[in-house]
T-cell receptor
Framework: DAKTTQPPSMDCAEGRAANLPCNHS???????VYWYRQIHSQGPQYIIH???NNETNEMASLIITEDRKSSTLILPHATLRDTAVYYC??????????????FGQGTILTVHP | SQTIHQWPATLVQPVGSPLSLECTVE??????LYWYRQAAGRGLQLLFY??????ISSEVPQNLSASRPQDRQFILSSKKLLLSDSGFYLC????????????FGPGTRLTVL
């Protein structure tokens, strides 16, 4: 699995864009970058994933650097309900634990009114 | 999309008692199923993984076992609980390869006293 590094916490004003960085310098060529978030005491929720190209869905955008060593999750208009722990991860792409997820400490995003 | 059901939501059990946590999946067939444990501090540890009925892979040696009696049913068990088994247990369902997102259930918070 690629090791990921994220800042422990970030703040964002409601209605503004939240930009959450992640370093994954050991990622290999066939490993995707996935983002999940977890609201307190709930199960993690899938947000978005990508390999090389930037991706966008109804929840967020994912910007991946050309060298794939880092990425940024963008919540374009953060709301109070976006307050959560955000995890950047790269699932195991092979072996006996195919699809295994490993979450680090993640980033606690707090959206303020 | 998939829906993952887990029960019970919370459980308090004495040391040495048995355990049975159940997970069922809707909205897909032949999924990969996972049991994770999330300890305090937000880390996520994969406990068991299943690619089909009766097929279980264990990630770490422990006091727990898993079974998959039906395609969309995954059970986590223990004959005798230990204090160290306390935690937040999450069931997840994913596609057939590492490039599919995983859908998580709401989790079971287990406290062993």
């Amino acid at each position: 699995d690629a090791k990921t590094t994220q800042p422990p916490s970030m703040d964002c004003a409601e209605g503004r864009a939240a930009n959450l960085p992640c370093n994954h310098s050991t990622i290999s060529g066939n490993e995707y970058v996935y983002w999940y978030r977890q609201i307190h005491s709930q199960g993690p929720q899938y947000i978005i994933h990508g390999l090389k190209n930037n991706e966008t869905n109804e929840m967020a955008s994912l910007i991946i650097t050309e060298d794939r060593k880092s990425s940024t999750l963008i919540l374009p208009h953060a709301t109070l309900r976006d307050t959560a722990v955000y995890y950047c991860t790269s699932p195991n792409a092979g072996g006996t634990s195919y699809g295994k997820l490993t979450f680090g400490q993640g980033t606690i995003l707090t959206v303020h009114p | 999309s998939q829906t993952i059901h887990q029960w019970p939501a919370t459980l308090v059990q004495p040391v040495g008692s048995p355990l049975s946590l159940e997970c069922t999946v809707e909205g897909t067939s032949n999924p990969n199923l996972y049991w994770y444990r999330q300890a305090a501090g937000r880390g996520l540890q994969l406990l068991f993984y299943s690619v089909g009925i009766g097929q279980i892979s264990s990630e770490v040696p422990q006091n727990l076992s898993a079974s998959r009696p039906q395609d969309r049913q995954f059970i986590l068990s223990s004959k005798k609980l230990l204090l160290s088994d306390s935690g937040f247990y999450l069931c997840a369902s994913g596609g057939a390869d590492a490039y599919n997102e995983q859908f998580f259930g709401p989790g079971t918070r287990l406290t062993v006293l």
